[in-house]
């Protein structure tokens, strides 16, 4: 059977030309096609210098109709004159200490069953062959138990050069700071062999999760005190709402290793748990689970906290996640925040990552090829910041 999909993987821009258009499309090439290997057994034709040029003339000629784009997008000036087709690997990034072949995040998603194994295997195995970072999800398990150690063991994968991390929430945190058992998190480092831990602030999806702790301090002031308590590099991010400028320059005055943005427009757990709780719950905070802020908004809210705290600012590395949908915004984000940084995705890998490892594989592929396509040819519009 036809597929649309393998002939135009990409789509159609603008409008989208009907079935029989395309099926018609497709048999008049293969009638070309047999009518110049019936030419050339008769010698009626030399063998052409470009083989294919009259079926992609043919092409251009049946698609021009369908190929009218009313739309640019205005963030990027397009530079066609400047450089030629991107040929080599793009440059290593150093980050959180560790140098990246692609200034690329795969952000904290999942741990704790038998599908989170396959899927953070999967994952591992796309850090250590494309040479980027990772996140884990929850390691709450790991704290008092082994028994789901397997679904985050990935060193070795990774292997010892990238960075990788755990990651607990600011209630679990709160809770060994009570016990006097913050050691546990020491020893949740060496059994992993992983670079340090996030921090995940979720004050919104505790409230809305059935099974919801309650955060008794300020998150702000328990990260401190880890910090006072641990040597290990600590990040925090919050979960699918972003955070606002008084809670970034907070962070940003702490000696943190990175902040991550994980901010509103991807993946919002506070979302996923009111979907989670009770008609009464749902009917009360339909509102409430969708405020938060954007990546491009964080972006300005550090930028401008920047250069609030001068010298008082000490941490400087940031991962833009959240909302991110591709390697254009991720590209376009990086190279408007002020300080260094890298962009992160959840959703888009996890997916792929539960499929297949070449599903994945074949988007980070992606991924990459077009961060090269934009270095070569896109400049930013700071005008339309």
């Not at 195995?125 to 990935?154: H, T, V």
């Not at 260094?340 to 090829?369: N, T, V």
Request: charged residues 25%.
């Amino acid at each position: 059977m036809y597929n649309i999909k393998q002939e135009y993987p990409h789509g159609f821009l603008f409008p989208r030309p009907s079935f029989t258009f395309v099926i018609l499309a497709k048999l008049k090439r293969v009638h070309r096609q047999k009518q110049r290997v019936i030419k050339k057994k008769n010698n009626i034709i030399s063998e052409d210098i470009d083989p294919t040029a009259a079926d992609r003339k043919q092409d251009h000629i049946s698609l021009a109709g369908v190929s009218q784009i009313g739309f640019s997008d205005p963030r990027f000036f397009y530079e066609p004159m400047l450089s030629g087709h991107p040929q080599d690997e793009l440059e290593p990034v150093s980050f959180l200490g560790k140098t990246l072949k692609a200034p690329i995040w795969i952000s904290s998603m999942t741990g704790g069953t038998e599908l989170a194994r396959k899927i953070n295997h999967n994952l591992a195995l796309a850090c250590a062959e494309f040479g980027i970072g990772m996140g884990l999800g929850s390691c709450r398990s790991l704290l008092y138990s082994n028994e789901r150690i397997a679904d985050f063991d990935f060193r070795k994968v990774v292997g010892p050069h990238l960075p990788f991390y755990g990651n607990i929430g600011i209630a679990q945190l709160e809770e060994l700071q009570e016990s006097k058992e913050t050691e546990r998190l020491q020893e949740l480092v060496e059994k992993l062999q992983i670079d340090g831990m996030i921090i995940h602030v979720n004050p919104l999806q505790e409230w809305l999760q059935p099974e919801g702790d309650r955060i008794k301090r300020a998150p702000v002031d328990s990260i401190t005190e880890l910090l006072d308590q641990v040597e290990f590099p600590v990040i925090v991010k919050e979960v699918g709402q972003g955070m606002g400028p008084e809670s970034i320059a907070a962070l940003l005055r702490l000696p943190l290793t990175a902040i991550d943005f994980a901010a509103h427009g991807g993946t919002n757990f506070a979302k996923v748990e009111l979907l989670r709780s009770q008609e009464e719950v749902q009917d009360t905070y339909p509102q409430i689970a969708p405020l938060g802020h954007s990546a491009t908004q964080m972006v300005d809210f550090v930028n401008t906290m920047l250069d609030r705290l001068g010298e008082a600012a000490i941490c400087k590395q940031i991962i833009i996640s959240g909302g991110v949908k591709d390697f254009l915004d991720g590209y376009y984000l990086m190279n408007m925040l002020n300080c260094s940084s890298i962009y992160g995705q959840g959703y888009p890998f996890l997916i792929r990552a539960k499929e297949s490892y070449e599903a994945l594989r074949q988007y980070l592929d992606s991924q990459i090829e077009g961060l090269k396509l934009a270095k070569a040819f896109l400049h930013i519009n700071e005008q339309q910041a």
